[in-house]
């Protein structure tokens, strides 16, 4: 005699199918369907991306873009500069997942701790000595310093920094596995914010007082 279909356990392992069955197509990003994507940035952003400009309409300056130029370190007290290759000023990387940053250093120049929230990240030292460093989700903080040739990878999210310890110029390319990876700037995330963080949320946080977390908003114009 057969089972009664009735029970609940009997329909588990079509459950159990259904659950599964997804998991292969959103374990990674779909493949692309066409050659390329210029990205038409007089657009809204869609949910991959930007729209493509009309094939018809693109030409060969647009897969090319110029890194060679050395950026303005001067401008702040962190005295570094980011010349960013990515879909916003590359439109061909769109729907690539891939983009890259020239960062110039001047000496002692700080690109300060922050974290990349859609993208890995790769860097090539071509000048000076550079202090690279990133602090896990367990809280162990990994660095070294490192010369001309030498590379360095970022995990997807993690907190990190690079300065130049060096007595001259310095100069890192580095790439990441998104077209758009964003970038989290702890100080100015957290004392620059507009509308500004509450000061009592700051002052529990960091075990500080109010002077002290309007001093340091005061430096991020919050």
Same mark, same amino acid.
């Given at each position: 005699m057969m089972k009664s279909s009735n029970s609940p356990l009997y329909l588990l392992p079509c459950l159990l199918m259904l659950l599964l069955? /997804?998991?292969?197509?959103?374990?990674a990003d779909p493949d692309a369907l066409q050659d390329f994507c210029v990205a038409d940035l007089n657009a809204s952003i869609s949910i991959n991306g930007f729209p493509c400009i009309p094939a018809s309409k693109?030409?060969?300056?647009? #897969? #090319?873009?110029?890194? %060679?130029?050395?950026?303005? *370190? +001067? *401008?702040?007290?962190?005295n570094f500069n980011v010349t960013p290759a990515n879909v916003l000023? #590359?439109?061909?990387?769109?729907?690539? =997942?891939i983009s890259m +940053?020239?960062?110039?250093? =001047? /000496?002692?120049?700080? +690109? !300060?701790?922050? %974290?990349?929230?859609?993208a890995t990240e790769m860097g090539l030292v071509v000048k000076g000595r550079i202090l690279v =460093? #990133?602090?896990? *989700?367990?809280?162990?903080?990994y660095s070294k310093?490192? *010369?001309? =040739?030498?590379?360095?990878?970022?995990? %997807?999210?993690?907190?990190?920094?690079?300065?130049?310890?060096g007595k001259g110029k310095g100069i890192v390319f580095t790439s990441f596995n998104s077209h758009m990876p964003g970038v989290v700037i702890l100080s100015t995330t957290l004392f620059g914010s507009q509308p500004p963080? !509450? +000061?009592?949320?700051?002052t529990q946080a960091f075990q500080v007082d109010d002077a002290v977390v309007n001093s340091i908003k005061s430096k991020f114009g919050s």
């Open positions: 069955l /997804p998991v292969p197509s959103l374990s693109v030409s060969a300056s647009d #897969f #090319f873009f110029d890194l %060679s130029k050395e950026g303005i *370190t +001067n *401008t702040s007290n962190l000023s #590359f439109p061909a990387v769109n729907t690539l =997942g +940053n020239r960062v110039d250093y =001047g /000496p002692g120049g700080l +690109n !300060p701790p922050h %974290s990349h929230p859609r =460093g #990133f602090v896990t *989700t367990s809280n162990v903080y310093v490192l *010369t001309r =040739g030498e590379i360095f990878v970022i995990p %997807s999210g993690l907190v990190h920094f690079q300065k130049n310890v963080m !509450p +000061n009592e949320v700051l």
